[in-house]
């Protein structure tokens, strides 16, 4: 029987950041994943690493994170291909730029730099955005990085720092015997620990339910697609007010889009589905005329949970002392993934975390009826 101080369950950026973070404090860990470690969400997201847009009580946290994803290579090993190339979220209207400046007003106090421009500072500064756009709020140090790269690097990292990490490892028990938990995996593989960390992304509510938690969490999936090599044009990843779309333009010159939602071949595939890729490439051309006619070579979509109100369950169980919950990033994990690793090594270590989570308590769904 293997007996350690953390077991975790997923590998996704979120579970691999809290093995990386706990074996640097030295804390013995062991990680299950049922498929392979970023193989879902944390690996086929669309590449976005910002703040700008986040909800004001993510901005903690999300600074947090900025400030990880500032030491890649010294944490990873690899720079990810991170950038902080900016983030330029767009206005269609005047509508959408006034909830712009809104925006950039309340949450100044957070270090984000936002810079509100017109429609002529826009033209001057980003010729080829398309006449659509009346303006558009910028943020310098928001960026982009290649997932594919990113979150297996974490799992590599925390690997090399002594956490065992086990892939095709799909937990299926879970049980506490008053001190510990005992977790086992389809494959035999059992771990007993005082702490389990639920990182199951969007699979991730079976466990809170199992410990009395029912949450109202259902999967989505954003659809995705990326170009052939263009030359490059965009130096800055982009968003639109409001939603829609959002692209970026790698160093190889592939342009990478997304927007609207696919569908569900079964509960771990998904696919982005004719009309939301029909959608994406219709608004591309406005936002970005010079996409006019580039071939999209593929097309994918990703599971990913989402609770009512757009924010992560982030915290303790309230009904299962050890038990940490970290899930529900509606589509907007990545970023923040790294930093919430770290919060939850810290309440293993300490127990509290010196980042505000009140926002994602578990306990806001208690009186929820779940169906
Ligand atoms: C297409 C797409 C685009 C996105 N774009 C962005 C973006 O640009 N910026 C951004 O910040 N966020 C983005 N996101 C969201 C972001 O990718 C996720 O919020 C984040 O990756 C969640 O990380 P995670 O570790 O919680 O979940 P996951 O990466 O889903 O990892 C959870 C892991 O748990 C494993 N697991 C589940 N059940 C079990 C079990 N019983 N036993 C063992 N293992 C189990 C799964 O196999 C999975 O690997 C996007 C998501 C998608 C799908």
Redesign the pocket.
Known sequence: MNEVDAVI???????TSAALALCRSGRSVVL????F??????????????RQGRPLSQLPLSQRAHEIWGRLPELIGIDGEYQRSGHLKLARSFHDMAALQDYADSSRGFGLGLQVLDRGQLRARFPWVGDVAVGASLCPDDGHAN?RLV?PAFARAARQLGAQIHEQ????EVSHDGQRFEVR?ANGLTVRAPWLLN??????DSLAAQFGEPVPMHSG??A?LVTEPLPRVMDVSTGVEGGGI?ARQVARGNCVL?GGQGFALDT?RARPGQSAVLEILRQAVELYPFLEGAQAIRTW????GYLPDRQPVIGPSSTQPGLLH??G?????????PAVGEVLAEMVCTGASSTPLEAFSITRFHSIPVV
């Open positions: 369950i997923g590998g996704g950026i979120v579970g299950l994943e049922r498929d470690c970023g193989s879902h969400s944390s690996g086929v997201n669309y590449g976005g690493v910002r997932p979150s490892s799909a937990v299926t995996a990182c199951a992304g969007a699979w991730a999936h954003p995705m959002y997304g771990a979509s990703g599971t990913e970290a899930f990033f509606a589509g907007a994990g990545f970023q923040i993934g």
